[in-house]
């Protein structure tokens, strides 16, 4: 299992992309081809629980995770998940090990 979720930071090239949703990839039918399509190696950060009030700075989680490069999502998807930002989103697909799993991040043009 991938232990990614919402509000974690998917770190890809130096680069840093706050996770807006991850979900299993429930259409995927298995193959080895899907191996070749995971060309990035990224990490993911998670930032630390709550203490005297204050949250601390984001911490590396993940490191290695296998995935594909980050491509711009389709209208559909995004009204799907509900989300409205004003920046663009990106989705990858990672390998959790036991299964893929869709992440979208949001990509804030700083």
Same mark, same amino acid.
């Given at each position: 299992? =991938?232990d ?5 930071? $998917?770190?890809?090239?130096? +680069?840093?992309?706050?996770?807006r949703? !991850? ?7 298995? *193959? +080895? /081809?899907? /191996? +070749? =399509?995971?060309s ?7 930032? %630390? #629980?709550?203490? *005297?009030?204050?949250? *601390? #700075?984001? #911490? ?6 296998r !995935?594909?490069?980050?491509d711009?999502?389709? #209208?559909? $998807?995004?009204? +799907?998940? /509900?989300?409205?930002? %004003?920046?663009? $989103? $990106?989705?990858?697909?990672?390998? /959790? *090990?036991?299964?893929?799993?869709? =992440? ?6 700083r």
């Amino acid at each position: 299992m =991938l232990d990614v979720r919402e509000g974690d930071f $998917l770190v890809v090239g130096g +680069r840093e992309y706050p996770v807006r949703s !991850c979900a299993e990839w429930a259409n995927w039918r298995g *193959g +080895r /081809g899907m /191996g +070749r =399509l995971l060309s990035v190696t990224a990490s993911t950060k998670r930032s %630390p #629980a709550v203490s *005297g009030g204050k949250r *601390g #700075a984001p #911490a590396t989680h993940l490191t290695g995770v296998r !995935c594909m490069p980050l491509d711009p999502v389709d #209208a559909d $998807l995004a009204q +799907r998940l /509900g989300l409205n930002t %004003p920046h663009e $989103l $990106l989705q990858t697909v990672a390998d /959790g *090990g036991d299964a893929f799993y869709v =992440l979208v991040v949001e990509d804030l043009k700083r």
